[in-house]
T-cell receptor
Framework: EADIYQTPRYLVIGTGKKITLECSQT?????MYWYQQDPGMELHLIHY???????EKGDLSSESTVSRIRTEHFPLTLESARPSHTSQYLC?????????????FGEGSRLTVL | GQNIDQPTEMTATEGAIVQINCTYQ??????LFWYQQHAGEAPTFLSY??LDGLEEKGRFSSFLSRSKGYSYLLLKELQMKDSASYLC??????????WGAGTKLIIKP
């Protein structure tokens, strides 16, 4: 059973607000990822981390930032939300690299920016 | 560019068999994944293929042909709970996952 949690599950905010999407996992996984997924579309990697104090940008240009101060915690921050940020954000973790095992996903955070 | 192609939607009958195809063009190949995603839920891992051939896991099987850039997911004895989107993803030469848009499978009684 995967233990990876995201909060909030749903969020509606106004343009210009700063928001942080939380992601925590209790599996001790070193590798964590943030994906963006629009309905009926493919997942796009926006950030990933291979361990504490390691963060990298993914293939999707994003105005978000991440931090990895603790193994279990990988929050995503939008400094100034815009309507174009409206999407579902999925956090995931893996025990090894993706080539060695499966990704465990959180339930997702659905963000609507008005 | 890198590309993963899957049918957008498929319909099948309860108890039947369905094959969901995935073709890919990527810069390098280090394996192919299938994930299941029920509406409003997180994707869950189904299979991983890195060598050619068929991998069977209960009612689900996954096939890979690297020379053809092709995979399929075979679901047998379909159940209503199999109604979901099925995502194909390829690990490229940089060990980055390239995702398809998913195939929405509708099961009818």
């Amino acid at each position: 059973e995967a233990d990876i949690y995201q909060t909030p599950r749903y969020l509606v905010i106004g343009t210009g607000k700063k928001i942080t999407l939380e992601c925590s996992q209790t599996m001790g996984h070193d590798k964590m990822y943030w994906y963006q997924q629009d309905p009926g579309m493919e997942l796009h990697l926006i950030h990933y981390s291979y361990g504490v104090n390691s963060t990298e940008k993914g293939d999707l240009s994003s105005e978000s930032t991440v931090s990895r101060i603790r193994t279990e915690h990988f929050p995503l921050t939008l400094e100034s939300a815009r309507p174009s940020h409206t999407s579902q954000y999925l956090c995931a973790s893996s025990e090894g690299g993706v080539d060695t095992g499966e990704l465990f996903f959180g339930e997702g955070s659905r963000l609507t920016v008005l | 560019g890198q590309n993963i192609d899957q049918p957008t939607e498929m319909t099948a009958t309860e108890g039947a068999i369905v094959q969901i195809n995935c073709t890919y063009q990527t810069s390098g190949f280090n394996g192919l994944f299938w994930y299941q995603q029920h509406a409003g839920e997180a994707p869950t891992f189904l299979s991983y293929n890195v060598l050619d051939g068929l991998e069977e896991k209960g009612r689900f099987s996954s096939f890979l042909s690297r020379s053809k850039g092709y995979s399929y997911l075979l679901l047998k004895e379909l159940q209503m709970k199999d109604s979901a989107s099925y995502l194909c993803a390829v690990l490229d030469s940089n060990y980055q996952l390239i995702w398809g848009a998913g195939t929405k499978l509708i099961i009818k009684p």
